[in-house]
Structures are given as C-alpha cells and as structure tokens.
C-alpha cells in the first residue's frame, strides 16, 4: 500500500500545471495544496480514491436526468469567482448540515482572490425566483475542471443540489472542451461521499498504478493493514 501525505504552498499554478497536478491525486484550498492516501472519519481510516469522469465517456442516468427535471425552473448564472454576503450567508447555513470537521469559513476552501489565485476559478451560482440557492467554484485548467467547494440552501435538499451542481460543472466543462472534470474524492470503504461513485465515465486514481475505470462492482483488496 502507497502512503501519502504531502503538502506544498503555491500562490499561482498555471493551467498545465492544474492539470499535472490534479491528474497526480493533488487538490488544494486556498494556495495549499495537498494529497494524502488515508484519512480518518468517523473514528476509522479510510483509503482515499481521487476521482474524475472522462467527459467523453459521460452519459447522465435516469436518476440524474430526473435531477435536471426537478431544477428546471432554476437559472445558471457563470462568472469570475468571486464571495460576498451572499455566499458567506448560504455557507453558514449550508455548514450546518455537517455534525464532524464543521469549516470555519469558505475562506477555509478559497483564497481572497478565488477568481485567479492559485488559478482560474469560476463561480456557477443556482437561482429560483431571484433567490440564490446554490453555488460552486470551479477550477479550470487547459485539459480540466475541478470542483473546489459546492454549497446549497438546506430548505431545497428535496432537489439534490448536491448532484445538480455537479452536472452542471459536467456540463460547463464540456463546453468549454476540456476532457476531465475532478469531482473530488471518496473513500474505498462506504462512506457520505459515495454519490460521487454514480456517475458513467468515471476513473479513480490507484496511487500505484495510476488512473483506471470504475465501476459500483468494483473490489478493493485488503491492504494487511486491518484497513
């Protein structure tokens, strides 16, 4: 089993390098970037498994395409990244739905010039009825996407904002004709993050061997480690 927990500062990364770095299981907050093999939630260690969904090969589901059906009265609004008092309302709302590793701010996950430091970054923010409901940032590299941090207003979770606003990043970045969008990571073992696992096209990052295609029947080896 690879183990990895790496840190480095970047004030600024260029587009080929976001995606050598994104492509190498690297994510970042702010100018921090950092990947790690194991993590810990809920008193246990998981194996970390970087993510992305080759556009290509992206088909939505049923269920996705009921998504969409659901949030057709809503607006999508794109533009350079950027927080004011409405996106720090709706995080502070938003980060309350989590019992553990509660963030402090958004500014955790952005730096104060998210629009181009370390990177491009863009804002997609969701309206219904001139209400913002919804937001995500979005880094942008020559080849890549990556979904930073996505927030939505508690009182609309019957809409799966969650999965929404990934499939609208799918399809930013499909217009923008990159080949991979980075939904982040999940773990091996069950954990909250596994709506991440349900998308067509998708690959997982094996540290040892590089990127392969995944799919829900996948089996992971024990590691020896008890893990």
């Not at 996705?64 to 004011?84: C, F, H, K, M």
């Not at 923010?125 to 207003?153: E, K, N, P, W």
């Not at 080949?179 to 997982?204: H, M, N, Q, T, W």
Request: net charge neutral; glycine share 6%; charged share 20%.
């Amino acid at each position: 089993m690879v183990y990895l927990n790496q840190y480095t500062h970047r004030n600024q990364v260029t587009p080929a390098q976001l995606d050598h770095l994104l492509a190498n299981g690297w994510r970042h907050f702010g100018t921090e970037f950092f990947r790690y093999s194991l993590a810990v939630d809920q008193g246990a260690i998981r194996r970390v498994m970087p993510l992305r969904i080759r556009l290509a090969n992206f088909v939505h589901s049923r269920s996705q395409r009921r998504v969409l059906a659901g949030n057709r009265d809503t607006e999508l609004l794109i533009s350079p990244a950027a927080i004011d008092p409405v996106v720090e309302d709706l995080f502070a709302r938003h980060k309350n739905r989590f019992a553990d590793n509660v963030p402090d701010s958004i500014y955790d996950f952005l730096s104060p010039q998210p629009a181009t430091i370390p990177c491009r970054n863009d804002r997609l923010t969701v309206c219904h009825d001139d209400r913002v409901i919804a937001v995500g940032f979005l880094d942008l590299g020559q080849q890549a996407a990556s979904a930073v941090y996505a927030m939505f207003d508690p009182d609309e979770s019957s809409r799966s904002l969650g999965i929404y606003m990934i499939l609208r990043g799918i399809d930013y970045a499909k217009e923008l004709g990159l080949k991979y969008y980075y939904p982040g990571y999940a773990y091996v073992e069950p954990s909250f993050y596994d709506y991440k696992k349900r998308f067509s096209g998708l690959e997982y990052l094996d540290w040892q061997a590089g990127w392969k295609p995944f799919n829900l029947n996948l089996s992971f080896e024990p590691t020896g480690d008890g893990l």
